[in-house]
């Protein structure tokens, strides 16, 4: 056992050894700010850091030295009381502490929280060693808010560190909310936007995207229908360009998924919830170790979905089944193997058409579609990630990820309806026409990180190589010649037919694509005296498409597409006292790939650069955190989209704003997450093609976005366990299309919820009831660019009953 007596330093008044022990369980703010006191512990050994902290914070501290030995601290500059500079100190390290009744400060491996007092601290995380990339999080944790997030530099930094706007939605916001689509998820975040039909195309600082990364890597092709959020720990999203880590990218932002990770103690979990529209939805989550030294552990995840919907016809079914498998293989060494299943089956989907310069005022229940319309996306996984230590300072990482993707769609819908008439023109549309289809994604990514100091200088250095590749094939039928695959239908009177056409060998186009890339990135975080912090990072791409179609629209081998390109970034942080950084930072990106010009000719590839300054806070000890951001986005060569396909390549598009998020606890028990972003300017700057479209504002870019959203937990009384909560999300006018012709009305929604725990033995279990649109506001929810449009949901109940032990 190690002892640091320090008797010759106690606390004296208020923060006495007593009261100490009291303030350890209550987390008082009034009394953390009396004892505050200025420490300055450099980055090292946590032992070292603890010993440290006992000197300069009058504390006595008792552990086993044994749980100290290879864990490591970031270190600790500036004002706390001693009880919040320990649980920095501890932050991230798998242990706990609590007060002795003897004032003694007991350090321990960490335990779930559903074995301590309901009163506990705040849970930290639960990890199986020291490795970062591979922890998992005490599912028990009811925290708003992190200090570090990996998603911007690819190395857990402090956010209040990093010169970018980052936002982190933890698992503790999803369950409160029940969130188990990624729109519900991305409301949490200011300048994230729905796209189409709230599938997960979603727009980010006036950008949109159908991409986004699963644990650093990318996982794209399927219009982001298939993220089910069973298995996701928590969302990051990186504000602005991000491809000098991720390669070809949107320039608006990376929303990266971090999924649930093997534990080292057991946990169990089965949540039950039913809703409108007679949902039901059964959750599985299960781990712990699977041999006595814990070199092996396991995490099962299950998710199992079935609806139907507000709107006539509407349904859907969904499973997702998720087992991962970690081992460490030594000391230093530890590797994981995770596979993930997912098929969803959605019916009788159908939007709503512009009529005139708004979407077609039809009721929400009325579906333009056909009962026989159907969409079903099913994948399979297999990720394999190692980690290796060579010392305390060097790490090497491999990741590997393939991924099988298939999409099979019969569906039918018109974009417009006639002002005068309410005639609505539909298409039929069909992929995997004759069940081959695929899309193969493989991506393999090398990282190097050391941490090194030269002078007066600390560096943390990323070095990496990745290379990404997609397989593809389809087979498509519709908008072509053929009469029978078109009709007409009517807002006011609906036309609908039994079964979908059929379909000719004249009527199919196939197509098959390859798209590889590679990369090569360095970054270097370097801190400097006097607070400062610099981030300097360079990437090196090589991208190429190849591509051939035949059949009704088939055009032969395409001509093939090569672009490199060397992009920078840079960013500087200074960080006066702990509460406030101010940064400044300038990127640049290279986008997602271009296709064919009408005239069969290469278009250029997609760019872009940022420009950002902000300023960010800890308050509350640290508990809670904001950020306040001013950016100037412009992205080049972005490809409109005609009716078939992309004919050529918008000159530039420029998007201005400001923003704000916070996130964490304000008092023990009070916690909120919140999200503002005004976007005044948003706008077409520059098009050889189609000057007309100069100065106008671009697609689904709303001025105003923000969402509040803010629960309380009784901390005693007869009543204790019970927890509320409310919500509100708002958007402004956006416009459908590239024109200014029509446009989608603002909104603004309402949310609550209220649930009730209790400990029953060794287990916990919970009652919650949310409550989504409580005002029953009809609001268009998603818009796409063309014209066809989404409501959003009436008032919706979700319930649910949920035990873990």
Known sequence: MTLKNTSTKRLTGPASALFLGAALVVSSVASAESASRPFNIPAGSLATALNR?????????????????????????????????????LSNSGLSYRAAENGNILIERQTLNYKQDPTALPAVNVVGKANSYFEGEDPFSTDY???????????????????????????????????????????????????WGGSGHFFVRGFGSYINYRDGFLSQ???AHTEDLENVERVEVLKGPGSILYGRTEPGGIVNFVTKQPLDIPYYSLRQQFGSFDLYRTSVDATGPLNSDKTLAYRFNLGYQSNHSFQEFGGNERLMVAPTLRWNISDRTVSSVKLEYSNIKELGNGTVPVMGNRPAPISRERNLGDPWNYQEDEYFMLSLNTEHEFNDNWKLRHRFNFKNYNLTMSANGGSSANPLTGDVG????????????????????????????????????????????????AT?????????????SNVYSPFHTAAAPVILPTDITYSNSTIPWFGLYAQDQIELPYHFHVLAGLRYDNADLFYGSSGEFGSGRNPDTHSERVSPRGGVVWQPIPELSLYGSYTENFGAPNYWGGDGKPLPAQTADQWEVGAKTELFDGRLSATLAYYDLTKRNAPIATWLAFSRAQGEAETRGIEFDVSGE??????????????????????ETDPTVIGKRLNNAPKHNGSLWTTYQLQDGDLKGLKLGAGMQALSQREIGYYETAQAPGYVVFNMMASQAWQVGNSKITAQLNIDNLLDKTYTAAIYSYGPTNYGAPRTFMGAIKIEY
């Open 53 to 89: 902290l006992a000197e300069t914070g009058g504390l006595q501290l008792v552990y086993d030295a044994t749980i100290a030995e290879g864990l490591q601290s970031k270190g600790l500059s500036g004002n706390y009381s001693p009880e919040a500079a320990l649980r920095q100190l």
């Open 145 to 195: 808010k992190r200090s570090n997030a990996s998603t911007a530099t690819k190395t857990d930094t402090p956010i209040m560190q990093t010169p970018m706007s980052v936002k982190v939605v933890p698992n503790a916001v999803l369950k409160d909310q029940q969130a188990i689509t990624i729109d519900q998820a991305l409301r949490n975040v200011s300048g994230v936007s729905s796209g």
């Open 221 to 223: 092709g399927e219009w």
């Open 426 to 473: 539909r298409a039929f549309f069909a992929q995997n026409t004759d069940g081959q289809d695929f899309q193969h994604n493989f991506f393999n990514a090398l990282e190097l990180t050391g941490k090194f100091d030269t002078a007066f200088l600390k560096h943390n250095l990323l070095l990496g190589g990745d290379y990404y590749r997609t397989d593809y094939r």
């Open 476 to 488: 498509m039928a519709g908008f072509g010649s053929d009469p029978a695959l078109y009709d007409t």
């Open 666 to 687: 304000i008092l023990p028990g009070w916690n909120v997450i919140g999200a503002y972003s005004y976007m005044p300017f948003a706008k077409s700057i520059k098009d």
